[in-house]
């Protein structure tokens, strides 16, 4: 599904170059649950906003279910972004003068075939919640309304950039099993970015970077539940 050759950023200090990604090559599949190690200013978020269609790269190619990211325009990229991709951050971006549905319901002036946003707000919990404001939620609940909102949209990727940053570990762990079963249910492909190796266990596809280089690339074939992970 997605396929990355060679791919570079590059940013410029004066005559110095920095990269932030150096000549990375990976693939992942449909519906695989990856999860992305690394410490900070290893180049994860820069090769998740990458392939989010928020940033470009300097040189290499990534083609999504056979489309190049690369030779896309910004309309083009914008239509990809709508369509194609679900964000999930660490800190939730929810509106808060709007209630957890208007939040998730949100999604229809983006998209047009998106998933009942009440279903998926049952699915996660917070059916109870629906008439509730952001600042009425636990950081857990907040959360999990972000992540109903991304599957929501009904994109093929949900891209989740340090989801569990701001929670505890209990609340983090739900937060997992939740993307987890979400991902395996309605065949998403899920990319999570973490400097936590404990969860790399659940994942699928595991991908170790370091100094903007792939160090270890580890596929699961027995995969564990977020459950079973060691916190």
């Known amino acids: 599904m997605i396929l990355a050759k060679n791919v570079s950023k590059i940013y410029e200090n004066g005559a110095k170059k920095i990269y932030a990604l150096n000549h990375i090559n990976f693939e992942i599949n449909k519906g695989e649950f990856v999860v992305i190690l690394g410490q900070s200013g290893a180049g994860k978020s820069t090769l998740l906003n990458i392939l989010g269609g928020i940033d470009t790269l300097s040189s290499g190619e ?5 489309t190049n990211l690369s030779a896309m325009n910004e309309r083009i990229l914008a239509d990809y972004r709508a ?7 660490q ?3 929810l509106i808060p003068t709007l209630t957890v549905y208007e939040n998730v319901a949100l999604m229809k002036d983006i998209k047009e075939d998106i998933l009942e946003p009440t279903a998926i707000l049952e699915r996660v919990g917070l ?28 994109p093929e990727i949900l891209l989740c950039d340090e989801p569990t940053g701001a929670l505890d570990s209990e609340t983090g762990c739900m937060v997992l099993e939740l993307i987890q079963d ?16 404990n969860i790399a266990k659940a ?26 992970v060691e916190w």
């Open 203 to 228: 994942a699928d596809k595991v991908i170790r970077l370091r100094n903007g280089k792939i160090t270890e690339i580890i596929e699961n074939e027995n995969p564990i539940s977020i459950k079973e």
């Open 83 to 89: 369509n194609e991709i679900g964000f999930i951050f």
């Open 91 to 93: 800190f939730y971006n």
């Open 182 to 197: 979400i991902c395996r249910e309605y065949q998403k492909t899920a990319i999570i970015v973490t400097h936590n190796a």
């Open 127 to 154: 059916k109870q919640h629906l008439k509730k404001f952001p600042n009425q939620l636990s950081g857990g609940e907040q959360q999990r309304v972000s992540i109903a909102r991304a599957v929501s949209k009904n």
């Open 62 to 66: 990534i083609t999504v279910n056979d």
